[in-house]
């Protein structure tokens, strides 16, 4: 038997990088003994498409305008949706830039859901839409 190892066996470490993984099977083994692990959530989101993603967008704007947040917050916070719908009109859309403009309306949300509880409505009926825009503009779920 040799004792050189070839470097699948040497290297026990597995890299994942560079991508989201939504299913995920680990396996470890020496020939004699395996060991496996599968992780996942569940079967992987498909991607809205640009029309989906301004469709909720609008139905973002229309539960904003209808809310008791106040006005100069609720007109910043609908300058940010509008920022994000021209992100997702674009052929090219650069993500990046309306998940900056997603980032600053749940922060304004959030203000004004502490400041009084006027955002609290807003906020229960808003997560849902958001939580399927924001991973298209590539924002973890932080809700």
């Known amino acids: 038997m040799s004792s050189e190892q070839s470097p699948s066996q040497r290297n026990n470490e597995v890299n994942i990088s560079g991508s989201s993984v939504s299913k995920l099977q680990i396996a470890q083994g020496d020939g004699n003994f395996q060991q496996s692990q599968s992780i996942g959530t569940g079967a992987p989101a ?64 959030k203000s004004a859901e502490e400041t009084l509880d006027a955002g609290t409505s807003f906020a229960s009926k808003a997560k849902p839409i958001l939580v399927q825009l924001l991973p298209w503009f590539g924002i973890a779920l932080g809700l």
């Open 46 to 109: 498909e991607e809205l498409e640009p029309a989906q993603v301004i469709a909720l967008l609008e139905k973002l704007t229309e539960l904003l305008e209808s809310s008791d947040i106040p006005d100069e917050q609720k007109k910043s916070a609908i300058r940010n949706i509008e920022a994000a719908k021209d992100v997702a009109h674009e052929e090219e859309p650069d993500k990046s830039f309306g998940a900056s403009a997603l980032q600053r309306l749940m922060k304004l949300v």
